[in-house]
């Protein structure tokens, strides 16, 4: 091959990574994120369809509920672990400490959610939406 088509195939190839580069950037990123959690019932692992509630705090104890409960039903547990896509929408990860409270209950049961502690710190997965 000459020099003059290598070019041409260079730059060719240059330009499509510069139009697919651009055509992923205008995809919005959402604001869901997964979280992975273990789940035990009289002290066994948990098996079964539960309905779980999650808020977002400003702190591990006390403070102040920054969500309304978000409740994923039915959620399959099978020996203890499970595994849900939370969205709080957009603001409420901006770069400050936050606090995830779940709560249980058995699915269909309707009622009150049974508050499991302590609330889980979130680590910077999350908040890494904020740097975008």
Not at 16 to 41: I, K, N
């Amino acid at each position: 091959m000459n020099a003059s088509r290598r070019c041409l195939t260079v730059l060719f190839a240059a330009g499509l990574l510069g139009f697919t580069d651009a055509r992923l950037a205008a995809v919005p990123l959402g604001t869901g994120f997964v979280y992975q959690g273990r789940l035990l019932e009289g002290g066994q692992p948990a098996n079964g369809n539960y309905d779980l509630g999650f808020r977002l705090f400003d702190a591990g104890t006390g403070g102040s509920p920054l969500t309304g409960r978000l409740t994923n039903s039915p959620v399959a547990v099978s020996n203890g672990l499970f595994t849900v896509t939370l969205d709080f929408g957009p603001g409420v990860f901006a770069g400050e400490a936050r606090w995830l409270e779940m709560g249980v209950r058995t699915n269909g049961a309707g009622g009150d959610f049974t508050t499991l502690t302590p609330r889980q710190p979130l680590t910077p997965s999350p908040h890494a939406l904020f740097a975008v």
